[in-house]
Each structure stands twice: as structure tokens, then as C-alpha cells.
């Protein structure tokens, strides 16, 4: 580490360049974008990570996205605590602290009027005073004791700190004064360092009564003016036309300012990279040492007034507070931009080579090479100018570049114009007998003396050509559009490779030898690795990061370029989670490590990077709990919280980084073995949990970087008395009780049914003995009977067949509960035809079916509609002797009932009654009342609804013209 803070020292020490192009970007918050006060007066960090602005009306904190303003009393000094909690000095004896957005206020044991500075040592607090003689003290706070402290310079020419009673000065001699002094904090986060001046830096302790000091770097400084800690565990001092490095395991260093930078009054290391100098004269610079020059901040911001306070956070951004113009923010960098020499800095780069051990880079205004820390260019023959496409090396030492205007071979710090007509030419390639060859409509070309003719080879269609590689077998690997082609040289044959699964539509963008048989393919659908012998090829899916180029370091680091900008990727193939956000916005061409950086040529220019970065841009975000509340009361954390199952909880937490603040992702899980979960709210509402322990783990992440470290709170939700043991033994016992209610309802449901089953069973039999009246087969056999003797066998025949069908349809309808309407059909006509045989037509029937009716699916409940249609035959019509009519009509009765109408013209049911009577019989209500037996069953039983009206027929004039019987037979759902 201490050899590249060296060199680069060295370097600067050495060499002051020109001022160079940087690509800076950088935010602005006035009180029009939500700044409450646009007079900044100071700037710190919290050890959480929100920063803290003092301005004219008070403190103000930002975590990045919203600003939260309090009135405070007006504070001479912030400063940063190691702690969470902010100590902030004010100037009326009180010492307030900020933590969580909330103030606290303590009573110091001793007055702090005018107090300057604050630090923190060991969780207490040290004030640097200065009174209105401009002496300065030093005081100690430790717990309710105050310690003040003045310095002095001793007759050895050190530096004393001598204890002074309380309300009193020591007294002095004549030619002795309190020494002035400044407090910065150790880079170490330790121990304080106080700077006197000439008198150097000294590291300090306070024990008891006294404070210890300690040399800080080993040297005496002379003419310092502030004094600021930087990273490394180092502190940067400024004095006259310098600045200087002190650390405590290495001699200071020392480099001075350019002559244009007045006496710095601060300088803020943001990082290795980027140092910030504010000069006298209100001036601020960068210095970058990846591009060697110093940038006016002031001039590219367009500062015009007193700057306030300069500082760096935690992710190396830099803010700046402009009197009365509000803040700055200049966004951390890992890019520097290279204006190679041109006032253009945003020249089109289009290809990157290292030759004769400098690097070369090809671009739209020319060819430019880096000699030492200086670009120049290289000038063409008659000083034309060209856009050169790509460059290569010839065998024999030469570099070739193909431009817009032909192409021209550079040798000996001569450029020659080699192949003026091949124009636009790349990529081409550079092969080992000296070839310079490129692909054109099907043909690979290649020209070996800039006067020869070409050779050509054909290669097929190949579409646009990316990439060449020749490997050390003299094979011309050819990446293009539609694929990877393999072009053998020896045999001139060529053929295309297929990779995994294949494809047509996988495009290679870039090829690079890794290793003897070995090759990297940057394509469409990832990176992948190509073992080869002579025989054999092995494709190795290295990685899905899609790419366009590809630079490995030695070691098997791969860097690589895509659409979402610069990425790292282990040799592993495991991508690195770190993504380069300052790449996006570029269109990336090629890619080339060279020394110590990585250079990108873009379409902005040139841009590099350190390979061994040691500032990260993609920081994990600060996170925190920030407040927690349970059904709208807050709670402490820290602690397990014991909640109720209905109990609402809201976990509020903050992540702090300010590059990408309102880009956050965060996600979270509720018990270790759960998967995480992601949102990008800031707070997380839960209720109605199930009860359990819970570790409710946080975490956050910039876009592209990696997830912070998880922030936890375990909390533990009680169950319901429902699921409570207790609970659960009285809940058995009811069951128990309602097992046993069950048992005993099914057991008596089961009687029930099985005495409705065995009433059923009755019912058919007296059905069937009803059906099997034996008036009714009398009438029939003596019919038939009549038939015989008068020697009319046809008919006689077929009354006998139409009983032997009726018979068989009395038993089937018998044992079954419902029939087909088929089946039903034809037992009502065998049943009205004999009984029509039997009265020698004292009636006319018709049997109907309406509405689309499918008789073979309807089915209708047996022994229910027969009885009916035997009454109005034997009880209407036939007492009418003559001119009977019957209808039996069958229709739909809502959407899946069914309706059956038995009307007749027989003599009614008054006559019907009178005449029952007279003969003493009453079969008729027998019937009906087992009809209506057997409906009740069928709805116990199978859920059947029947419903009989009969409806008494009249005419004009009130007389009895017939009945009419409507059957409605409906189903259960």
C-alpha cells in the first residue's frame, strides 16, 4: 500500500502537467430542490452515515433522499463521533448531541463559551476553546469533571500542555504565549491529532489529569495551516505551495502546488484517486493522478462565491458548500477522462494497442500514442486527416492501422501509405507469414506487400465480421454475426463452430488467446472458453454475462463490456458483483489493460481506471434501523420484542448512499432457512403473523453492487388463546362430546332410514298389489277369453302379448324407484290399450311428450303416474259409457323438473263418489293414499319433491265436464 502512496507522491512531487479533460458528475441542492437553507455553513457525517449541514437556521440531516430540519440553537463546530451519536458544540454551555434525528441536550461542568472545536476520545468529548484574547485551551470532559488544558512552548523548544485551575491563568512569563493549535481527528479513528504550526503534529491521550503527547510522522513542519485526516491512516497537512503526507510508519512526503494554486487552506483526500484542494483565494481543484492534471472545480461548477466547507463522505463523494448557493455534491469516480492532447476531449475511440511497450489508440481524429505521461500524434503523410478503425502488428515489427482514407504501415517513426484503395477496413488481421487480411462479401483477402496483389480465399457468408484470432496452430478464427467461423489456412477450407446448444443468431464480438489451446469468446449469450488441439474442440460456458469485449489479466481476472457498462469476473467464471455505474452512458469499443490501469476506449474519448482499485463506488449502503412501532407506539430495539398475534409492527430503517439514494433495493426475511424477499419501500408492515420466534434480517444494495451487512431484531408473537394447551385440552373434550353426539344422530338417522326403507319396501308391495287389481285382470282374461270363442285369434293374440308386456312392466316399476319416461310411456299405453280392449272403446287416449323431451334420459319416479291414469279410466271414464277421451301429457317444469298432466272427460269426481258409495267401493282412495305414501318416501329417501293437484273441470254452466290431475315432480341440487 505504502509503495503506490510513494510512487504517486513521487510522481506528483516531479512532474505538474497541463490541466486535462475529467468527465465529473456532480448534483446541486438549492432551497428550490428541497434544501431548507441555501446558506451551508459546515459539513459532517455521522458515524450512521447521514450527514449533518449546519447553516444559518439550524442543523439540517440528509440520508440522501429527504432532508429533516430542526431549530436548533445556533453551533460554532460539527464534527464526526465514532458512535452513532453526533456531538455538536454550542456556544451558550451546553453540549448537544443528535442521534436518530432527535437532540439531546447536556450541561457542561465547565463554561465552553466560544467554543471552536469538538472531537471525541473513548466516548467522551474534548473542546478546543479560544477566548477572546485569542488564547486557546484545550478542554477534557470526563464525566461531570472538566479538565482545561494550554499549551505552551518549553525552553527545549516542545511543546508543553500544562493543566490551568479552574477560572484562572498560569502565570507566565513575560515572553511566553499559549500556543495556538488545531484538532483533526487520527485516520485511525483512535486518538486525536492536535497541530501546532512549525511545532508539527502530535498525537494525544488524556489520562487522568494530564494529556500525553506523542510526535505524529516523525517531523517538524513549518508554516502549516490546517491539517485534515485522510484514508490510509494517514494525515494530509498544507503549508506554502505544498502539501504533505505524515503518517506514523513512514517519513513525511512532501509535493508542492502548481504556481496558478495559491496557499492551499484545505485539502479532502476523497480517495487514491481524487484529491480536492481549496486555496486561498476561495479556488477549488482536483487533482487526479490517472490523468496527471489538476481541474478548477470552481470554474466547471461555476462557484462565484466564498466557499463555506469542503468534505468527504464515506463513498469518496465530495460536498461543497457555497455561500448563500446551497450544496454540492460531486459524485465519486473511478473514471479519469484523457483528452489526448486535443481541446476535444470527446473524440471517438475505436480501437486500444500496446506497441513498443506504449499504449496506442486509435480514434476518429487520428492515431495518438502515450510517451511517458504525454499524448501525441501521429502524423499522416501530406498531414491528412483520417478516422482510423484498427490497428495491428506485422511480423517483422511494423504497426499497421486501417483508416478512412487506405492503409498505412508506421516503421521507424515513419508513417507510409500502404494500401490506399482498401478503404474502411475492419477488423482486419496481422498473421505470422506477414498477411494483412479482412473478410469482404464472402472472401477472406490478404495482402502481403503493400504493392502485391491479394490472395483470396473463399469463406462463405458470414455476415458482419467482429473479431480475428490466428492461435498457434496458424488457424484463423473469425467471429462474426451469424456465429463462429474456423478458417484453416494449410487446407484453405473453412467451416463454422457450433457452441453448446447452438446457434444461428449467437453473435461473437471479440476473441482472445488465454493460454496455449485455449481461447475466450465474448459473445451475445455470455463468455465462453475454447479448448482446442487438432482435433478436438471443448466449449465451456464460462459466464452469462453478455459481452462485447473482453481483457484478461494475468491471474485469470476477466474485465468485460456490455450494454449495462464495465464488469469484473473471476477466473471461476463467477461474475463480480461490482458494476462500474460510471460506465453507463458509454458506448464502449474496446478494452486493453496497460500498466497500472485499465483503459476503455469509448465513444466519449479515452477513459481508464486502476486495475487494483482501492476505493470502491459500488459501497454496500449504511443501513439502520431507524424506529420501530407496534399498533402506532414506538418501540426500543435492540432487544427481543414480545408481541400479541394481532399486534401491527412497522420496522422503519434507513440506508445511506448517496450516489445512488433513491435507486435503493432492499430485501428481507423473517426467519433464518426463509428465502429473501425484495422491495424498495423503506419500511416493512406486518400483522396477523402466525405466532413463533422471528429475526426479522434486512439488508440493502445499490443497483450492480453488493448487499450490505444484514441489520437484525428478533421479536416473538404469542399465540391466541385458541392455540394455547389449555385451549387445545378443552377443545378434545368437545370433541369428544360432539363424537359422541354424532355417532348417536347418525345411529338414530340410520333407524330412521332403515324403518323409511322398510315402509318403501311395504309400499311397493301394496304398489304392486294395487297395480295387480283382480277386477282389472279379470276384465282382461275374460276379454281375451271372448276373443277366442268368437274366433278372433289375431286380436286375441295380441291383447295377450300386450298383457304379458303390461305384467312384466308392473314388476320391473315395482323394484325400482324411478324409471326411464320410455318405460313409463309404454306401461301408460299397454295399460290404456287393454283397458281400452277390455270396454270395447268406451274411450279414446293420447300419451304427449313436449318440449324436446328426451325420453331414454328423463327418468320419473315408478308407480307414481299409473295410479292416476287407472282412476280416471275406472272412476271417470268408464261410468260415462261412451265418448271417453284421456290425455296424458308430459312436459318441463322449471329448468330440471318435470310436469305430467292426467286429464280426462269422465263424469267427475262428485259422481264419482255417489257412485263409490252405491257399490261400496273405496279401492281409489287406497291407491291415492299409497301414491302419496310413496312420494313422502321418495323424498326422505332420494330427495324427490312430488306434488299432486287435482283440479275439477267445469263447464258454462257449472256442470262437471272432467279432471284434470297435475303432477310436478322436482329434484334436489
Excluded at 63 to 77: H, L, T, Y
Amino acid at each position: 500500500m505504502w509503495k503506490i502512496v510513494v510512487s504517486v507522491i513521487l510522481f506528483i512531487g516531479t512532474f505538474i502537467p497541463s490541466i486535462e479533460g475529467q468527465s465529473i458528475r456532480y448534483k446541486r441542492w438549492t432551497v428550490d430542490a428541497g434544501l431548507p437553507s441555501s446558506n451551508v455553513l459546515s459539513i459532517t457525517q455521522q458515524g450512521a452515515g447521514y450527514l449533518y449541514f449546519e447553516t444559518a437556521d439550524g442543523i439540517i440531516r440528509f440520508d440522501g433522499v429527504d432532508f429533516q430540519e430542526s431549530k436548533w440553537d445556533r453551533i460554532d463546530e460539527m464534527t464526526m463521533s465514532d458512535t452513532d451519536v453526533l456531538p455538536i458544540c454550542s456556544n451558550n454551555g451546553f453540549l448537544y448531541h443528535a442521534a436518530k434525528g432527535k437532540i439531546g441536550k447536556t450541561t457542561l461542568p465547565c463554561p465552553t463559551h466560544d467554543a471552536r472545536t469538538i472531537e471525541s476520545q473513548n466516548n467522551g468529548w474534548i473542546l478546543h476553546h479560544v477566548n477572546g484574547l485569542g488564547e486557546s485551551e484545550l478542554l477534557s470532559i470526563s464525566g461531570s469533571e472538566c479538565h482545561k488544558f494550554m499549551f505552551f512552548k518549553n525552553e527545549k523548544g516542545e511543546v508543553d500542555a500544562r493543566l490551568v485551575p479552574s477560572g484562572k491563568l498560569p502565570t507566565l512569563p513575560q515572553e511566553e504565549e499559549p500556543l495556538p493549535f488545531q484538532i483533526t481527528k487520527s485516520s485511525n479513528g483512535q486518538n486525536p491529532i492536535i497541530h501546532f504550526g512549525d511545532l508539527g503534529l502530535f498525537s494525544f491521550i488524556f489520562e487522568s489529569d494530564k494529556i500525553n503527547l506523542t510526535p505524529f510522522g516523525g517531523r517538524r513542519g513549518s508554516g502549516f495551516s490546517t491539517a485534515i485526516a485522510g484514508k490510509n491512516e494517514m494525515v494530509w497537512v498544507t503549508g506554502e505551495n505544498r502539501i504533505e503526507i505524515h503518517a506514523e510508519v513512514m517519513k513525511p512526503m512532501v509535493y508542492y502546488l502548481p504556481k496558478r494554486l495559491k496557499e492551499a487552506d484545505k485539502i479532502v483526500p476523497a480517495s487514491k484517486n481524487r484529491i480536492f484542494i481549496l486555496d486561498q483565494t476561495g479556488t477549488i481543484y482536483l487533482y487526479d493522478p490517472r490523468t496527471f492534471g489538476f481541474l478548477d472545480i470552481t470554474e466547471t461548477l461555476h462557484l462565484s462565491n466564498r466557499i463555506n466547507d469542503i468534505f468527504a463522505d464515506h463513498e469518496g463523494n465530495i460536498w461543497i458548500a457555497e455561500k448563500g448557493e446551497g450544496l454540492y455534491c460531486i459524485y465519486h469516480s473511478q473514471f479519469g477522462s484523457h483528452a489526448l492532447g486535443l481541446e476535444d476531449s470527446g473524440v471517438e475511440v475505436n480501437r486500444l494497442l500496446q506497441y513498443e511497450n506504449k499504449l496506442w489508440a486509435a480514434t476518429s481524429k487520428g492515431v495518438f500514442v502515450l510517451n511517458g505521461y504525454d499524448w501525441s500524434m501521429v502524423s499522416l503523410p501530406g498531414n491528412i486527416n483520417a478516422e482510423v478503425f484498427d490497428m495491428g502488428i506485422h511480423p517483422d515489427g511494423r504497426l499497421f492501422f486501417s483508416t478512412d482514407k487506405g492503409v498505412f504501415n508506421f516503421n521507424n517513426n515513419k508513417v507510409e501509405n500502404c494500401f490506399q484503395d482498401e478503404k474502411n477496413i475492419h477488423p482486419f488481421l496481422m498473421d505470422e507469414e506477414g498477411y494483412f487480411n479482412f473478410y469482404r462479401q464472402g472472401f477472406l483477402y490478404g495482402y502481403l506487400h503493400c504493392d502485391a496483389d491479394p490472395r483470396v480465399w473463399p469463406l462463405a457468408d458470414v455476415g458482419n465480421v467482429n473479431a480475428f484470432l490466428q492461435d498457434e496452430l496458424h488457424r484463423v478464427w473469425v467471429g462474426t454475426d451469424k456465429g463462429l467461423y474456423l478458417f484453416d489456412t494449410e487446407h484453405i477450407s473453412g467451416k463454422r463452430m457450433t457452441i453448446g446448444s447452438d446457434s444461428t443468431h449467437l453473435k461473437i464480438h471479440d476473441i482472445i488467446q488465454i493460454e496455449e489451446h485455449k481461447i475466450a469468446l465474448a459473445t451475445s449469450r455470455g463468455i465462453w472458453m475454447v479448448s482446442s488441439n487438432l482435433s478436438a474442440y471443448e466449449f465451456e460456458d464460462a459466464s452469462q454475462e453478455s459481452c462485447h469485449a473482453l481483457y484478461v489479466e494475468k491471474g485469470g481476472i476477466y474485465w468485460g463490456v456490455n450494454e449495462s457498462g464495465l464488469f469484473k469476473m473471476s477466473k471461476e467464471g463467477e461474475a463480480w458483483s461490482t458494476r462500474f455505474q460510471d460506465a453507463k452512458g458509454y458506448e464502449i469499443n474496446d478494452i486493453l489493460g496497460f500498466g497500472n490501469n485499465i483503459w476503455l476506449a469509448t465513444n466519449k474519448g479515452l477513459v481508464s481506471l486502476e486495475k487494483r482499485f482501492s476505493f470502491d463506488v459500488s459501497l454496500p449502503p449504511l443501513l439502520q434501523y431507524e424506529r420501530i412501532f407496534v399498533n402506532g407506539k414506538e418501540r426500543e430495539g435492540g432487544h427481543v420484542l414480545k408481541l400479541d398475534y394481532d399486534d401491527q409492527m412497522e420496522f422503519r430503517y434507513s440506508a445511506i448512499a448517496y450516489q445512488n439514494a433513491r435507486d435503493l433495493v432492499f430485501r428481507y426475511k423473517l426467519k433464518p432457512n426463509d428465502k429473501w424477499r425484495k422491495t424498495k419501500n423503506r419500511s416493512l408492515v406486518f400483522s396477523n403473523m402466525s405466532a413463533g420466534d422471528y429475526l426479522l434480517d434486512v439488508q440493502a444494495k445499490t443497483p450492480g453492487g453488493d448487499w450490505s451487512d444484514s441489520i437484525r431484531q428478533a421479536f416473538v408473537i404469542t399465540p391466541p388463546f385458541w392455540q394455547t394447551y389449555w385451549f387445545y385440552g378443552l377443545l378434545v373434550g368437545l370433541l369428544g362430546l360432539l363424537v359422541y353426539w354424532s355417532v348417536k344422530t347418525i345411529q338414530r338417522r340410520e333407524r330412521k332410514r332403515n324403518e323409511i326403507n322398510r315402509r318403501f319396501a311395504e309400499l311397493e308391495l301394496s304398489a304392486l298389489q294395487s297395480q295387480m287389481d283382480p277386477h282389472f285382470l279379470f276384465n282382461i282374461l275374460n276379454a281375451i277369453q271372448h276373443s277366442i270363442l268368437t274366433k278372433d285369434n289375431a286380436r286375441a293374440n295380441e291383447s295377450l302379448n300386450r298383457f304379458a308386456k303390461l305384467m312384466r312392466l308392473f314388476l320391473t316399476s315395482s323394484k325400482q324407484e324411478e324409471m326411464t319416461l320410455a318405460e313409463e310411456v309404454e306401461l301408460l299405453d299397454q295399460y290404456c290399450a287393454l283397458n281400452q280392449y277390455c270396454y270395447e272403446g268406451d274411450f279414446e287416449y293420447n300419451i304427449e311428450i313436449k318440449d324436446g323431451l328426451d325420453k331414454e334420459e328423463e327418468t320419473v319416479p315408478g308407480m307414481i303416474i299409473q295410479p292416476h291414469v287407472e282412476n280416471a279410466i275406472r272412476h271417470g271414464l268408464i261410468p260415462r259409457k261412451g265418448d271417453g277421451k284421456l290425455e296424458v301429457i308430459f312436459s318441463r317444469k322449471g329448468k330440471q323438473g318435470l310436469r305430467c298432466i292426467v286429464k280426462d272427460n269422465g263424469v267427475g269426481r262428485e259422481e264419482s263418489e255417489r257412485l263409490k258409495r252405491m257399490s261400496n267401493r273405496d279401492r281409489s282412495s287406497f291407491g291415492m293414499q299409497l301414491t302419496q305414501d310413496r312420494a313422502d318416501a321418495l323424498r326422505q329417501l332420494y330427495g324427490v319433491h312430488i306434488e299432486i293437484r287435482i283440479n275439477d273441470l267445469k263447464g258454462d254452466g257449472e256442470e262437471s265436464i272432467g279432471t284434470e290431475v297435475v303432477i310436478d315432480i322436482e329434484r334436489e341440487d
